[in-house]
């Protein structure tokens, strides 16, 4: 029998035997990505772009958006149920009981910190976040802010001081809460009077930015979400957070370690999509959603191709 003949009998043989002893093996990247999100229209959105990226990549997905509230999705992670989905740096203060640690008010601190506790406890891969921050913020109209030059809440301090008209709508728990109003007060030296709060039943943003751009009661200013998608809509601005007050919230995509160790490229892919989320552009994607009434499949697929990521 010729060489060459014993030589591909060989080979086949050999495959076959790896075939037998791990079927899944040659159906590795036929396997599709879960994909989650939480329930909220941002969560939605990332999740939306992250699969559309994947795809484009040549990776089967299997879309499971807007599954649930954190808890859920988290533990659906942590079991297998979803491979990915985005997620928030500050989160991890509350995933590992660890509210009191000074580095979640970090940028930088925080993402080092949330990324080598999870992969060390959980075998869970944090990549890259985006530089937008959706914490708790405080937002004024932008015709108030231009002409008092008010851009961080140590412009506010000055403005109080001199006496500006101020007048802010929020929910209870946001004046009340520690890690709220209170933390903001402590960290710039300020203190509202009754007079310049209008107290609002519950703690949807919709609502107290509402007030603001309707000058409600002679509202000027709006507890908010830092990336909230009628922010820009509305015409206000959200005062900068310097000192880090709050804790620091930065999207970022979670990832099974194993799903890394089949998709390598996965960091790669994922980095141009979040440097690209500044808390500006995250607003305005927001806006197109809640505001506009665009779907998010039609809106992630616009932004993914305006940076080049659809080919």
């Known amino acids: 029998m010729p060489r060459t003949d014993l030589t591909r009998r060989a080979t086949l043989a050999t495959v076959t035997a790896l075939l037998l002893v791990s079927p899944s093996l040659g159906h590795a990247q036929d396997k599709p990505v879960v994909v989650g999100s939480k329930l909220d229209t941002e969560g939605a959105l990332l999740g939306e772009m992250m699969a559309q990226l994947l795809e484009a990549k040549g990776v089967k997905v299997e879309r499971r ?7 859920i999705v988290r533990q659906a992670l942590l079991s297998g149920e979803i491979d990915l989905y985005p997620e928030y740096t500050g989160n991890g203060a509350f995933f590992f009981q660890m509210e009191d640690d000074p580095a979640w008010h970090d940028p930088s601190k925080a993402a080092d910190k ?3 506790l999870d992969l060390e406890r959980n075998s869970l891969v944090w990549l890259q976040p985006a530089s937008a921050n959706n914490t708790w913020a405080i937002a004024v109209r932008r015709d108030m802010a231009g002409p008092a030059k008010l851009r961080s809440l140590e412009d506010l301090v000055g403005y109080l001081k001199s006496g500006g008209a101020f007048k802010l709508a929020a929910s209870a728990e946001f004046v009340e ?8 007060q402590k960290a710039y030296g300020f203190n509202l009077s009754p007079a310049q709060l209008l107290v609002l039943a519950g703690g949807d943003t919709a609502v ?15 507890m908010v979400y830092g990336t909230d998608g009628a922010i820009s809509a509305l015409d206000l601005v959200v005062l900068e957070d310097p000192k880090g007050a709050q804790v620091v919230y930065q999207p970022a995509p979670v990832v099974r370690k194993a799903v890394t160790e089949r998709l390598p490229q996965i960091d790669e892919w994922m980095r141009p999509l979040f440097a690209s989320l500044t808390l500006e552009t995250l607003q305005k994607l927001n806006a197109r959603i809640v505001v506009e009434g665009q779907p998010a499949r039609q809106v992630a697929e616009a932004h993914l191709r305006g940076l080049g990521l659809l080919g």
């Open 65 to 71: 958006l807007q599954l649930g509230p954190t808890r």
């Open 114 to 116: 949330v990324r080598g």
């Open 208 to 222: 107290t930015m509402r007030a603001a751009a309707e000058q409600l009661n002679g509202v000027n200013a709006a």
């Open 177 to 184: 809460s520690p890690a709220a109003l209170p933390a903001f």
